[in-house]
């Protein structure tokens, strides 16, 4: 069973940055699709954006393209969300998932395993 587990998040102030990981550390991210989905109050769970195993893929949503990249350093087993020029709508919980599926999707259905997510607030 793989565990996710998210760090990073924290309240920071509109136009600031935050950088989220997700790590395990009883096995390896190698074989994994990694994505990053978030959840606000009353909204569905949301894809922001995903990289493939070994990092030759990815994609970020439209929503927050230009603001945020992701990355992966699988030496540290280590997935990461860069997020810049934060906004009050990027409040949201934010969860790592992974997938042994071999491609990005933003869809939750195709993800096995996810983390205990770690909260966002972008606010003055």
């Known amino acids: 069973q793989l565990q996710l587990v998210e760090s990073g998040g924290g309240l920071v102030q509109p136009g600031g940055s935050l950088r989220l990981s997700c790590t395990t550390a009883a096995s390896t991210l190698d074989d994994y699709v990694i994505a990053w989905f978030r959840q606000a109050p009353g909204k569905e769970r949301e894809g922001v954006s995903c990289?493939?195993?070994?990092?030759?893929?990815?994609y970020v949503a439209d929503s927050v393209k230009d603001r945020f990249t992701i990355s992966r350093d699988n030496a540290k087993n280590t997935v990461y969300l860069q997020m810049y020029g934060l906004k009050p709508e990027d409040t949201a919980s934010y969860y790592c998932a992974a997938s042994v599926l071999g491609f990005c999707s933003d869809d939750v259905v195709n993800y096995g395993f996810w983390g205990q997510g770690t909260q966002v607030t972008v606010s003055s």
């Open positions: 990289i493939t195993g070994n990092g030759a893929s990815s």
